[in-house]
T-cell receptor, first 114, second 110 residues
Framework: GAGVSQSPSNKVTEKGKDVELRCDPI?????LYWYRQSLGQGLEFLIY????????KSGLPSDRFSAERTGGSVSTLTIQRTQQEDSAVYLC????????????FGPGTRLTVT | SQQGEEDPQALSIQEGENATMNCSYK?????LQWYRQNSGRGLVHLIL?????REKHSGRLRVTLDTSKKSSSLLITASRAADTASYFC??????????FGKGTRLSVIA
């Protein structure tokens, strides 16, 4: 079946603009995660959705970052007033159940803020 | 924090040799997972070992877990050039999301 998909694959934006990144998880997966990875670094957790529970937003670096998950499926990560330090690869993952299970990753969106 | 830390940060070996990567973490866990990442894009799940398991095999991969030392190791036997990638450990506990380490960059030279 189809894996996790993300769009766009690459995004170049000017400092100060807003961007939206999209994630389509594997059908039926109740958990969805967003991570950020700067060049050569590990994964930085951003936000976690599990079913109908309130999302865990503890990893969002500032109030310029927000995410939604509509209908328990597609998720959008929005970055407002982008800054150069937001440049990174944004990875989405989903898993069949909760946080302790293996995660299936999308290919990521490479964001470059000029 | 549960954060896993991989060691070494980088490893270069000849094709056919074995590669060993280590991971240490700080708090009790439900399980520990290893992932591979090629070319800085999506990660691929390799293997999951539960806290009550000590060793697990999958093909050329062997993972050990020592909960008393809060450490794990990933062994790749008979390495191939295609094994060149970054390898991450991730710890899972309770209802918190996986916590990833910074990874080991493995280079397998043909």
């Amino acid at each position: 079946g189809a894996g996790v998909s993300q769009s766009p694959s690459n995004k170049v934006t000017e400092k100060g603009k807003d961007v939206e990144l999209r994630c389509d998880p594997i059908s039926g997966h109740t958990a969805l995660y967003w991570y950020r990875q700067s060049l050569g670094q590990g994964l930085e957790f951003l936000i976690y959705f599990q079913g109908n529970s309130a999302p865990d937003k503890s990893g969002l670096p500032s109030d310029r970052f927000s995410a939604e998950r509509t209908g328990g499926s597609v998720s959008t990560l929005t970055i407002q007033r982008t800054q150069q330090e937001d440049s990174a690869v944004y990875l989405c993952a989903s898993s069949p159940q909760g946080a302790i299970y293996e995660q299936y990753f999308g290919p990521g969106t490479r964001l470059t803020v000029t | 924090s549960q954060q896993g830390e991989e060691d070494p940060q980088a490893l270069s070996i000849q094709e056919g040799e074995n590669a060993t990567m280590n991971c240490s973490y700080k708090t009790s866990i439900n399980n520990l997972q290893w992932y591979r990442q090629n070319s800085g894009r999506g990660l691929v799940h390799l293997i999951l070992i539960r806290s009550n398991e000590r060793e697990k095999h999958s093909g050329r991969l062997r993972v050990t877990l020592d909960t008393s030392k809060k450490s794990s190791s990933l062994l790749i036997t008979a390495s191939r050039a295609a094994d060149t990638a970054s390898y991450f450990c991730a710890t899972a506990g309770g209802n918190t999301p996986l916590v990833f380490g910074k990874g080991t960059r493995l280079s397998v030279i043909a």
